[in-house]
């Protein structure tokens, strides 16, 4: 009985289930480490995202004879200078429009709703709105709703404060070694893996290297550019808070699929309030950027390198963001390109290992075994 496979296999999950259910016990253990995962969470995801935005350039200085920690130092002078010209020519206006969105947000819902009552008036829209007196009504109930939303989520601004200060305070320092030292943390998990297959390790490390670059740098690429076109765009037809509207446009991009619907819906409200042909105009002009972004610079950017079907990116952040918001969206879509690599490739070691096991050879007969097959043939 010992020696059946289904036995063993059986024997395994229980004790794989008995782990589970001691482990759940003494959860309680575990409740440090939790808290300070969650902590680093944030600073080591955002640095592993300046790593390979970043490593490029350090990689770059190596051939000219810099070694990495000076390349790191010199990295961070020029974002200073970056810092520093953002400060000086962006960030006055960008501050000024902020200031005027919180001063007019009381009349934003105002500015709808009369908005929506001259639609009524008007007769080539009011046969839309005939037999739904109290559309407008309802419509003016959930902006009311998501401003009051807005409004209580700002009563959380010191948590959100403290949580910036401790990312700012940590992601310097861990970029920074992660940066002088990221060369050395691949031989690091290579020695974890049995030497049998360290070859295939070895090769399944770089694919994760390769694909996660590949993704972050031309991910930041198409939205920079994109965000550039919207303000482009959001100048020539006259919107107010452009380079608000367009800077915030930016982060919400990096969610696969449901951002660039997010990004759209403070532009298209911003735009109705002036008036309703303004708010048709935002439309198309995001229509037009995000058909050039697809279009045409996506195939030369992105190429092949992101080999996942639309269905399964929306899946996946929708489970991303019920685990864990936010972060759990955005880190949804790398987490699953390591874990397909990983699977790929103990799938292929499988695989490899079945049909180069050798098929055992008949062996000869011995004397008693001829003497049978005589007998057998008398």
């Not at 010992?2 to 259910?21: D, V």
């Not at 016990?25 to 790593?51: D, E, H, N, R």
């Not at 403070?266 to 002036?274: H, L, M, Q, Y």
Request: aromatic share 12%; net charge neutral.
């Amino acid at each position: 009985m010992l020696q059946s496979k289904y036995f063993r296999t059986c024997l395994a999950i229980i004790a794989f289930l008995t782990i589970l259910y001691l482990g759940s016990k003494v959860i309680f253990l575990f409740t440090p480490l939790v808290s300070i995962i969650q902590l680093l969470l944030v600073p080591m995801m955002l640095s592993g995202f300046m790593y390979y935005l970043l490593r490029p350039i350090v990689n770059y200085l190596g051939t000219k004879n810099v070694k990495p920690g000076l390349s790191v130092l010199l990295i961070y002078l020029l974002f200073t200078g970056l810092f520093v010209l953002f400060w000086v020519l962006v960030w006055p206006t960008l501050r000024e429009q902020i200031q005027n969105f919180i001063d007019n947000t009381p009349y934003l819902v105002e500015g709808i709703q009369n908005q929506f009552n001259k639609l009524q008036n008007d007769p080539s829209f009011s046969r839309f709105f005939k037999g739904d007196t109290d559309v407008t009504t309802r419509l003016t109930e959930y902006l009311n709703s998501a401003i009051n939303w807005v409004t209580n989520s700002m009563s959380n601004l010191i948590t959100v404060i403290s949580s910036i200060v401790v990312v700012i305070a940590t992601l310097p320092i861990i970029l920074y070694y992660m940066l002088k030292d990221g060369h050395k943390l691949s031989p690091i998990l290579q020695g974890l893996i049995p030497k049998k297959y360290r070859k295939e390790g070895q090769e399944m490390f770089k694919d994760i290297d390769s694909a996660l670059s590949g993704f972050i740098v031309t991910r930041v690429l198409l939205n920079v550019v994109l965000g550039i076109l919207l303000y482009i765009g959001f100048l020539l037809i006259g919107l107010p808070y452009s380079l608000l509207l367009a800077v915030i446009s930016i982060p919400l991009n990096f969610i696969p699929y449901v951002g660039s619907l997010l990004a759209a819906v403070p532009v298209v409200i911003v735009g109705f309030i002036e008036s309703p042909s303004l708010a048709i105009w935002s439309a198309v002009v995001i229509l037009i950027a995000q058909q050039i972004q697809d279009n045409v610079l996506s195939p030369v950017i992105y190429g092949k390198s992101l080999d996942v079907h639309p269905l399964t990116t929306v899946l996946l952040v929708l489970v991303g963001g019920d685990f864990y918001g936010l972060i759990g969206v955005l880190i949804a879509l790398p987490v699953y390109m390591i874990i397909k690599i990983i699977f790929l490739r103990i799938y292929e070691i499988i695989v490899a290992e079945r049909v180069d096991q050798p098929v055992p050879e008949p062996s000869a007969p011995t004397g008693i075994e001829i003497e049978i097959l005589k007998d057998d043939k008398v």
